[in-house]
């Protein structure tokens, strides 16, 4: 079938809500739905490209249902009817607006092809694999292989003889990825720890990802980073394990070897977690390191929690920032400002940041001090990024410029196998994309005295509900308050059940039957598979049909980058002269890291990189940056940088109690409509191919040219 339904509709109304605006503002344009893009352009110079990765989430509220009266509806009165159905649109860069069309037919039209495209099976299907910019980049200005391991570390000292970095050294152990398939091909190690023992000290780590340096500070110390340890409920141990931690803490020894007797216990080992999930991971087999066996160092634990959490807090966040727009359009008065809002929502989103900024300053504090620092938290790939990345750019005044900057997002997030396409989800989930139905606001009195009976029904049937729940409520047991939950669980999902098979019922009798022609409004409805025509026409997956549940990564989505570019945020207020680069630097790279027009931010590990061959088949976000900055030098450029004082000051330390809401970010960074108030829009939102959208007229299948 094909998957888009509708290529172009003309008079579709678009209105965005904004909690920076009083009222919500409306442009009637035409909408165009393209392979990679929904394209929306106004008279009022509004040219809005949204990629498909950059849908969070859709509702089709459909119009209410229509009764039966006496004379037939006019057509003033179904295209009235029609305008009461919408899209609700919630963007990943924080972007709100609602689609209206007086034709309901296109509406499901426009709403089935944004699930169908923004919802695919393979990152092959996204727009990096078929960008193709104008002009073309220059490879010579930046490219995937802006980061290089051996530049970047002989930089630090590595391999010199005559410094510290002597007893490191670079190891191509893991070339075929099979020591450890989501760590680089190059790792480096202490010189004295053999390949043969780095195998079976990769055991000892969950995923295999065992300790390796990062970062090597002038002063001899060391930043080296992991996963936790396999120790599960018998506290199972690595000798292999405990000397490559030994070796690293040695490593700024005048001989390279720990003294006999040290006492010294300065080192640290940074367990990123709360306490109590560490210990419960001890369950599944994994846990924290029994320091009876690590000398020469001590154990602190953060207390930063996990994705889940971090998702939940930005979900309340959004869900706070949307009350509020809601609030305004029903005219309600304007609350004191956006602040106090998520202060009141108790989202906890910057109690989250300030909680990474202790454990950041933990750690450059003790680097700068001349001790060395093994990072870790779960699978290493998430709050260990974060930290390691955030103490860098702290250590390190090379980091704070631009190039370096790039540098440090390519070695701490890319090369050390951060889950992009997992976290940020570029291949979408149908679980986002939701229908409803809006309320009826025309009926007869019979319906109105029927339903006033059914309310009093009601209210009878849940005052009964609520006398059991008391009595469960009332008992001091345990039993009686989880007998209580599991009660009310269970009529939550029985009464779910009867309400959706309520509204299929009263879809027989609509009079917009013609919704049983979209099986793809349905949540369970998976799309069917892909044609590959290099296997002759064979399809590449399972067929289409329904599946029962969410799918698996549906829950593994997170913001992670974001919570990071927050952080460096943070940092970069309050040392405003210590950065080259400036806030649009970080504002476009959380927009491109959820556009999934580059391969930089694509893919989960450089192994999926390689087998996909990133390099030659996309672009990287840097090639796009250096050519926005050959065009215009201040187009990043922080004009309170002051490079000599790199000199002066090499270490800058992040103030935790010095937090503040980062308004550009949650405010819609859209190049669409940060333009339309200060000049019209140009003919394209970026060098995006001019064809796509005269394809539109002609080619409906999606993925017919892939």
Sequence with gaps: MDLIRVTKVEGMRLVRTSADEDTDREYIGTLHLTTHHLIFTAPEHLELWLGYPLIHSAELVRPPKLFPKQHPYTREELVQWGLEGCINVRCQHFLFFTLRCDDVRKLYDVFATMKQLATVRSVKQLYAFDYAPHP??????????????????????????EEVGKFWRFSDINRTYQLCPTYPPLLVVPAKISDTTLTYAAKHRSKSRLPVLCYLHPNNASMTRSSQPMVGLKQARSVQDEKLVEAILATSEPQGVAPRFGTERNNIIIDARPTTNAVVNRAVGAGSENMDHYKRCRKEYLGIDNIHVMR??????????????????????????????????????????????????????????????????????????????LAQLCLDPYYRTTKGFAVLIEKEWVSFGHQFSLRCGHTGHSDKFKVSRAKTTSKT????????????????STSGEGDESDILQTGTSMFGRFASRALRGVQSRISSAIQAASDNLEDEENLDPFVTEYPELQPNYVPPPVTDRSQGGKSSSGGGGFRLGRAKHDHETSPVFQQFLDCVYQIWVQHPTMFEFNEDLLLDLFYHLHSAQFGTFIGNNMKERDSLDFVQNTKSVWSWVWQRMSSDST?????????GADSRERVIVPDPGYIQYWSALFTCHDPAFKQTSEKPRPTSVDAVAGSEVDDTSSNNNVWASS
């Design 445 to 460: 009195s019979s319906d109105d005295n029927n339903n006033n009976t059914a309310a009093s029904d009601d209210n009878t």
């Design 136 to 161: 073309e980049f220059d490879d010579q200005v930046g490219s995937h292989g802006l980061y290089n391991p051996k530049e970047e570390f002989a930089r630090m000292g590595v391999g010199r003889s």
């Design 635 to 643: 187009m990043y450029r922080n004009q309170l940088y002051m490079g």
């Design 312 to 389: 939940d807090a930005l979900n309340k966040m959004v869900d706070a920032m949307q009350a509020a727009e809601q609030q305004y359009s029903s005219g309600a008065e304007r609350p004191r400002g956006v602040v106090a809002r998520i202060q009141g929502s108790k989202t906890n989103w910057l109690r989250h940041v300030e909680n990474i900024m202790v454990g950041v300053r933990s750690i450059v504090e003790a680097i700068d001090a001349g001790n060395h620092v093994l990072v870790h938290c779960s699978d290493g790939w998430d709050r260990t990024a974060q930290l390691t990345s």
